[in-house]
C-alpha cells in the first residue's frame, strides 16, 4: 500500500481514524513543482509503509477539502496524527526535510 488517494468520501476513515501518522500531498498534475515531489512522496511512502500513510489530494478533484485546510499554494504537505495538523510545508522540499516534518 504506498500512496492513497483521498478524497472527501475516504478522508474520515483513512485520515482522521488513522492509527499512524498521515503524510498528505495536497498537489495538481499542471504544477511543476508538485511532479518534482512526486517521486520524493513516493519514495518516503515506500520506506516508511507499516509505520505511517501517505495521501495524495488532488486540488483541483476536491476542492473542497484543500479549502478545508487553507490550501492556497501547492505542493503542500503536512502531517496529521490523532485528526489534527501536527506540520506542514509549502512548496517543493528535499526528501530530507519532509521526513522532518514526520518527527
Known amino acids: 500500500m504506498a500512496e492513497i488517494t483521498i478524497t472527501s468520501s475516504n478522508f474520515e476513515e483513512e485520515v482522521l481514524k488513522s492509527e499512524v501518522p498521515v503524510l498528505l500531498d495536497f498537489w495538481a498534475s499542471w504544477c511543476g513543482p508538485c511532479r518534482m515531489l512526486a517521486p520524493v512522496i ?7 509503509e507499516g509505520r505511517i500513510k501517505v495521501g495524495k489530494v488532488n486540488v483541483d478533484e476536491e476542492p473542497a477539502l484543500a479549502s478545508s485546510f487553507n490550501v492556497t499554494s501547492i505542493p503542500m504537505v503536512c502531517v496529521m496524527k490523532g485528526g489534527k495538523v501536527t506540520n506542514a510545508s509549502v512548496g517543493f522540499r528535499p526528501k530530507a526535510d519532509i521526513e522532518a516534518l514526520l518527527s
Open 42 to 48: 513516493e519514495e518516503i511512502a515506500k520506506e516508511q
